[in-house]
C-alpha cells in the first residue's frame, strides 16, 4: 500500500513496510521540492533514506502490515522538516551515537550519524517511534565569467563568504593562470561578504600588482553598505568603484 496526500506546503505518505516502495517516497518527495525551488537533493534523499529505511527495518521489523508514515513540510524559505513514523514500540534514542565510527569497516551505527551530518535538528518522540529532522538547503555561490573588451567580469550570484572563499579563490587563481589582466566583478547579487572572502581578494588584488603588467581592477553595482566596507577595511585603494546601485 502507498498512499499519498500532497497539500500547500506539504506532502505526507503512508507506506507499507516494503523497502521497494522507500524509491516512490523519494521520487516524489524531489517532485515536491523542485516545486519548492530546490533543484539539489542529494543531503535530503540521503537523510529521507536513512530514516524510512530505519523505520522498516528497526521499527517495524520489516513486516509488511505495519505501517510507515512520512511528512515533509517546507517551513520557511529554503528549510524543510521531515517527520517518519513507525508502528514499533519505539527505543531509547538517549543511546544513539551521532558520529560515524572511527572504524570504516564497521557496518552498523552510521544510520543516525548521516542524518546528523546533513541536518540543522533531530527530534524525538517520547516513544521514540517518531523523529523529526530540519534540514535548511543553502545554494551555493556560483561565479559566471564573461569577457567584454579586454575584461574579464566576474558575476556572483550571491554572497561572497567563507562557505564559497575555496571556489572563489580557485576561479580567481584559474583566470591569472591564463594570464588576464583588467578584472570588472559586478555585485548585483551580492549583499553580504565575510572577512574570508575580503582576504581573497586583497591577496588577488597584491598578486595581481606583482606581475609586469599590473593590470586594472573595477567593482560594479556595489550596495552602500559594502561601498562602506570597502572604505572601511581601505579595499577601495586596490578596487575602483565604478557604479553603485
Given amino acids: 500500500m502507498?498512499?499519498?496526500?500532497e497539500k500547500s506546503g506539504?506532502?505526507?505518505?503512508?507506506?507499507?513496510?516494503e523497502m521497494k516502495l522507500v524509491d516512490?517516497?523519494?521520487?516524489?518527495?524531489?517532485?515536491?521540492?523542485?516545486?519548492?525551488?530546490?533543484?539539489?537533493?542529494?543531503?535530503?534523499?540521503?537523510?529521507?533514506?536513512?530514516?524510512?529505511?530505519?523505520?522498516?527495518?528497526?521499527g517495524n521489523y520489516n513486516i509488511t502490515e505495519r505501517l510507515a508514515r512520512c511528512r515533509i513540510e517546507h517551513i520557511s524559505d529554503k528549510r524543510f522538516k521531515i517527520t517518519v513514523q513507525d508502528e514499533g514500540k519505539g527505543f531509547d534514542y538517549d543511546e544513539l551515537v551521532m558520529t560515524l565510527p572511527e572504524d570504516p569497516r564497521r557496518i552498523r551505527n552510521r544510520g543516525y550519524a548521516l542524518?546528523?551530518?546533513f541536518s540543522d535538528q533531530i527530534d524525538f518522540n517520547d516513544r521514540g517511534n517518531r523523529v523529526s529532522v530540519y534540514i535548511t538547503f543553502i545554494e551555493e555561490t556560483i561565479y559566471k565569467v564573461m569577457k567584454k573588451d579586454e575584461w574579464q567580469i566576474i558575476i556572483p550570484s550571491g554572497d561572497l563568504t567563507a562557505a564559497t572563499a575555496d571556489n572563489f579563490r580557485i576561479r580567481l587563481i584559474e583566470m591569472l593562470?591564463?594570464?588576464?589582466?583588467?578584472?570588472?566583478?559586478?555585485?548585483?547579487?551580492?549583499?553580504?561578504?565575510d572577512s574570508v572572502s575580503l582576504s581573497v581578494l586583497i591577496i588577488f588584488a597584491r598578486t595581481l600588482s606583482s606581475k609586469e603588467d599590473q593590470g586594472e581592477l573595477e567593482v560594479v553595482n556595489m550596495n552602500s553598505d559594502l561601498?562602506?566596507?570597502?572604505?572601511?577595511t581601505r579595499m577601495d585603494r586596490l578596487y575602483n568603484i565604478v557604479s553603485l546601485t
Fill in 2 to 5: 502507498f498512499k499519498i496526500d
Fill in 10 to 17: 506539504s506532502i505526507s505518505f503512508k507506506l507499507t513496510s
Fill in 24 to 58: 516512490n517516497v523519494i521520487r516524489e518527495s524531489q517532485r515536491f521540492l523542485k516545486q519548492c525551488g530546490i533543484s539539489e537533493f542529494s543531503g535530503f534523499k540521503l537523510v529521507l533514506r536513512e530514516l524510512l529505511n530505519n523505520a522498516i527495518e528497526h
Fill in 115 to 117: 542524518v546528523n551530518a
Fill in 177 to 193: 593562470d591564463k594570464g588576464h589582466s583588467r578584472y570588472r566583478f559586478d555585485f548585483t547579487h551580492v549583499a553580504d561578504i
Fill in 227 to 232: 561601498q562602506e566596507l570597502f572604505h572601511m
